[in-house]
């Protein structure tokens, strides 16, 4: 049963505009989330997280956003750049193995 | 810092092989975890450690075995290679809390 869902397994997106990734989650013990970016032949790299307890985190051109009571969190990469062409995983974390669920990832593939 | 080093990076077995997979970190992290990788899958857990002496299993433990002899070590054991089992394998760590360091991966053929 996956409990981190992303739809919308491709994104193309031209240079400097924005890119919107959106994640859903179904379970509600669920209290730590992030993005992990992965190129080919690489392993994923931590992108962004967030707490729970906020509803907005911002590093740079990347911005992920929490909305716990529809369960769904988003990531916004403004401007895109053609180096942010790659897999995106979500993940979430519930407990104190500090075990993470991923989703299935987002191909995004920006635009010279 | 070389991070977390995975070993081999690629392989090919034949079914029924056994084979094993070496997961070195030198971050001095309590937890590892290894993962596969299969298209329009994601990442699944298969099994994990919580410290040293220490495994349990995830999401998809079956056909594999593990040890956490040494903190710095997190070793992937396939008794009896499957075709199902060719993935991309990941083992990653982290200290407590905070994000996953992963490795660059083992793509593993099972034919």
């Known amino acids: 049963d996956q409990q981190v869902k992303q739809n919308s397994p491709s994104l193309s997106v031209q240079e400097g505009r924005i890119s919107i990734l959106n994640c859903d989650y179904t379970?509600?013990?669920?209290?730590?989330f992030l993005w992990y970016k992965k190129y080919p032949a690489e392993g994923p790299t931590f992108l962004i997280s967030?707490?729970?307890?906020?509803d907005k985190n911002e590093d740079g051109r990347f911005t992920v956003f929490l909305n716990k009571s529809a369960k769904h969190l988003s990531l916004h990469i403004v401007p895109s750049q053609p180096g942010d062409s790659a897999v995106y995983f979500c993940?979430?974390?519930?407990?104190?193995?500090?075990?993470?669920?991923f989703g299935k990832g987002n191909q995004v593939v920006v635009i010279p | 810092n070389a991070g977390v080093t995975q070993t081999p990076k690629f392989r090919v077995l034949k079914t029924g092989q056994s084979m094993t997979l070496l997961c070195a970190q030198d971050?001095?992290?309590?937890?590892m975890y290894w993962y596969r990788q299969d298209p329009g899958m994601g990442l699944r857990l298969i099994h994990y450690?919580?410290?040293?002496?220490?495994?349990a299993k995830g999401e998809v433990p079956d056909g594999y075995n593990v040890s956490r002899l040494k903190k710095q070590n997190f070793l992937l054991g396939l008794e009896s290679a499957a075709p199902s089992q060719t993935s991309v394998y990941f083992c990653?760590?982290?200290?407590?809390?905070?994000?996953?360091?992963f490795g660059s991966g083992t793509r593993l053929t099972v034919v």
């Open positions: 967030i707490s729970s307890i906020k």
């Open positions: 971050m001095n992290h309590e937890y």
């Open positions: 379970n509600s013990m669920f209290d730590y």
């Open positions: 450690s919580v410290g040293e002496g220490t495994t």
């Open positions: 990653a760590s982290v200290r407590d809390g905070g994000s996953y360091t």
């Open positions: 993940a979430a974390s519930a407990d104190g193995n500090n075990r993470l669920a």
